[in-house]
């Protein structure tokens, strides 16, 4: 990864951190001004009371430190064929949603469901199937003050987010989650394309790396993608995005962000 750009104005910069971990590196992420990704799993709504997240909450504002949540995600379709899978969605979501009332988080990432080799030719129903859902998320974030971002996961090129998108409205409510590993895994179109039809609905970006055989979540300059490139796209398209480093370890995030720093501000 070249670092011979200009150096970028700062970026709202958000890492990774699992919930659980938050007290643990809450005191690393105050001294470096790093804001938290929180993802809430599963069984971590199932198993932590809603007065343990208002709690951290309030260590987040006390240290001045805003955060977006990546939702769970794991077997979850809000476009399934299934009405009891599309019911468990449901339920996962508006469990987020209600932890997201304490912690009123900037943006708020869920995956979308769709796979084409799943759904083949039948996207059109998984697209209406899911719109139900979807609108009843739209209105509790408006709520919230929150936007939603649906982020790509096995999307070879962007005409289902799009569409979604445009069925959905919500304006700067209701947009994208940019993840430009997962790009490089599954992409059939270039980025320049992908940013022409979904750049202006980002909200956020998940940085991170690998050589387009699996999802390492490597440190930038470490696998294949052009990160000059990029950035430069960000700029044009997304300026004002939440940018995430999802780096899955400590090591790693500090590599990322000695990577990313002439990029970040």
Same mark, same amino acid.
């Given at each position: 990864?070249?670092?011979?750009?200009?150096?970028?104005?700062?970026?709202?910069?958000?890492?990774?951190?699992?919930?659980?971990?938050?007290?643990?590196?809450?005191?690393?992420?105050?001294?470096?001004?790093?804001?938290?990704?929180?993802?809430?799993?599963?069984?971590?709504?199932?198993?932590?009371?809603?007065?343990?997240?208002?709690?951290?909450?309030?260590?987040?504002?006390?240290?001045?430190?805003?955060?977006?949540?990546?939702?769970?995600?794991?077997?979850?379709?809000?476009?399934?064929?299934?009405?009891?899978?599309?019911?468990?969605?449901?339920?996962?979501?508006?469990?987020?949603?209600?932890?997201?009332?304490?912690?009123?988080?900037?943006?708020?990432?869920?995956? *979308?469901?769709?796979?084409?080799?799943?759904?083949?030719?039948?996207?059109?129903? #998984?697209?209406?199937?899911?719109?139900?859902? #979807?609108?009843?998320?739209?209105?509790?974030?408006?709520?919230?003050?929150?936007?939603?971002?649906?982020?790509?996961?096995?999307?070879?090129?962007?005409?289902?987010?799009?569409?979604?998108?445009?069925?959905?409205?919500?304006?700067?409510?209701?947009?994208?989650?940019?993840?430009?590993?997962?790009?490089?895994?599954?992409?059939?179109?270039?980025?320049?394309?992908?940013?022409?039809?979904?750049?202006?609905?980002?909200?956020?970006?998940?940085?991170?790396?690998?050589?387009?055989?699996?999802?390492?979540?490597?440190? *930038?300059?470490?696998?294949?993608?052009?990160?000059?490139?990029?950035?430069?796209?960000?700029?044009?398209?997304? *300026?004002?995005?939440?940018?995430?480093?999802?780096?899955?370890?400590?090591?790693?995030?500090?590599?990322?962000?000695?990577?990313?720093?002439?990029?970040?501000?």
């Amino acid at each position: 990864m070249s670092t011979s750009s200009t150096k970028a104005a700062p970026k709202r910069l958000f890492v990774h951190v699992p919930f659980p971990q938050l007290k643990e590196r809450l005191p690393l992420l105050a001294s470096r001004r790093l804001n938290p990704e929180l993802f809430l799993s599963a069984p971590v709504l199932d198993t932590t009371p809603l007065s343990e997240i208002a709690e951290a909450a309030r260590m987040l504002r006390e240290e001045g430190l805003s955060c977006t949540i990546h939702c769970p995600f794991m077997d979850l379709n809000p476009g399934s064929f299934e009405p009891l899978l599309r019911e468990a969605s449901r339920k996962r979501f508006y469990q987020v949603l209600d932890a997201a009332e304490h912690l009123r988080p900037e943006v708020m990432v869920f995956h *979308p469901g769709y796979d084409r080799w799943r759904y083949g030719e039948q996207k059109e129903l #998984w697209h209406n199937l899911s719109l139900e859902i #979807w609108k009843g998320v739209l209105e509790r974030g408006r709520e919230i003050g929150t936007v939603i971002a649906v982020e790509n996961i096995f999307e070879e090129e962007p005409s289902t987010l799009k569409a979604l998108m445009e069925a959905i409205g919500g304006g700067q409510h209701f947009g994208h989650c940019f993840d430009v590993g997962h790009w490089n895994l599954f992409h059939k179109v270039g980025m320049v394309e992908w940013f022409e039809a979904l750049g202006e609905r980002i909200a956020e970006v998940h940085i991170h790396d690998n050589r387009g055989t699996r999802d390492d979540h490597a440190p *930038p300059g470490e696998g294949g993608i052009d990160f000059e490139l990029f950035f430069s796209l960000m700029e044009r398209y997304a *300026p004002n995005a939440a940018y995430t480093v999802e780096a899955h370890s400590l090591e790693n995030l500090e590599r990322s962000l000695k990577a990313l720093a002439p990029y970040l501000g």
